[in-house]
């Protein structure tokens, strides 16, 4: 870093690599659990009565292992935070993103002790993923922000119709997600034998709820597809973020299944943890492409009427003047 602080491009490389990281401990905290190392460390921050780092046993390594990860997490989203602050020039919204992003290092830790505290409850070990999804969220948020012009406003990228669709999508996915991790509490894979499950329902039970939920934002995901086929403007906006969400969508599908017909194995379990916070990755992109950073709503009209759109530029330059029109 130099004394005149980063460059916008040094800042996005920096926020990259922290969604990144973010995103890899979500995967390893799911391998401490897999391989029945919940309770390889009993106790927070040590490791147990006497000692603060063992190593002595396969499960105490491993969940040893994953609690020194946190430290480089942290690391990078402390630099991150840094970043933001001496990037020229500093902008607010990123200098708040990145706090966020800090603040949510030491509140992982703590919900992390609970988790150990109350021998892997399940609600805990819950809670424990939300929170990193919601750390995944913001990490994704600070990579999008940080490509924007600095001197831009954000203004509306699509159709309120469109953007309605998108977000009833995004949603849908949330809690497809949200419900696995209660599939996650019945199952075999509690972090230790001794661990607690939920009791108010059958592993086939919350599978197949979990199953009926992923199906409805797969469903929501072909409505919008279908929509979007006279939406020349708005597909284009969303065709990155949403060709990626329909990739891994499939994919995920597929290893959930496979997963169940094969008596849920860790590895592909692992699988299926990192596919689920790629799409919510994916996801958070998807929310963040309703909007763009712009000048004024006359510049947008002039660009859509450069493509040969005419109509689809006063359509667009209605919404982005008066905030209501939708076509």
């Known amino acids: 870093m130099r004394s005149e602080g980063f460059t916008p491009e040094e800042f996005h490389k920096i926020c990259v690599a922290a969604l990144v990281l973010v995103g ?41 292992i994953n609690r020194l990860f946190t430290f480089v997490v942290g690391l990078a989203v402390v630099l991150a935070a840094l970043g933001a602050w001496v990037r ?106 001794r661990a607690r499950r939920f009791t108010f329902w059958s592993v086939k039970w ?36 949403l060709t990626a969400w329909m990739c891994v969508a499939v994919v995920q599908g597929g290893v959930g299944y496979l997963q169940y017909a094969n008596g849920v194995p860790p590895p592909l379990v692992a699988v299926h943890v990192a596919l689920a916070t790629t799409l919510w990755g994916i996801s958070v992109w998807l929310w963040t492409a309703t909007s763009r950073p712009s000048g004024t709503a006359r510049s947008l009209i002039a660009e859509s009427r450069r493509r040969g759109s ?4 006063a359509d667009e330059g209605g919404q982005l003047v008066d905030g209501r029109s939708e076509e």
């Open 88 to 193: 020229r020039p500093r902008r607010r919204d990123l200098v708040w993103l990145s706090m966020a992003l800090v603040a949510g290092i030491p509140a992982q830790g703590l919900v992390g002790a609970i988790v150990v505290w109350t021998d892997l409850n399940p609600f805990a070990v819950q809670l424990h993923f939300v929170l990193s999804m919601a750390l995944v969220a913001i990490a994704v948020v600070l990579v999008v922000r940080s490509r924007e012009p600095d001197d831009a406003r954000r203004v509306s990228a699509v159709v309120p119709r469109t953007r309605h669709r998108l977000r009833l999508m995004v949603i849908w996915t949330a809690v497809t997600i949200l419900a696995g991790t209660f599939v996650t509490g019945t199952g075999p894979h509690a972090g230790d034998e």
């Open 310 to 313: 005419v109509a689809e530029a």
């Open 24 to 64: 890899v401990i979500v995967v390893t905290g799911a391998a401490v659990r897999l391989s029945g190392s919940g309770l390889g460390c009993n106790d927070w921050p040590n490791c147990n009565d006497s000692s603060l780092v063992d190593v002595s046993s396969q499960h105490s390594a491993i969940e040893q």
């Open 206 to 241: 919350a599978t197949r709820v979990h199953s009926v939920i992923a199906w409805i934002a797969v469903f929501m995901a072909l409505s919008l597809l279908w929509h979007l086929r006279k939406r020349a403007h708005d597909r284009e906006v969303l065709d990155a973020p």
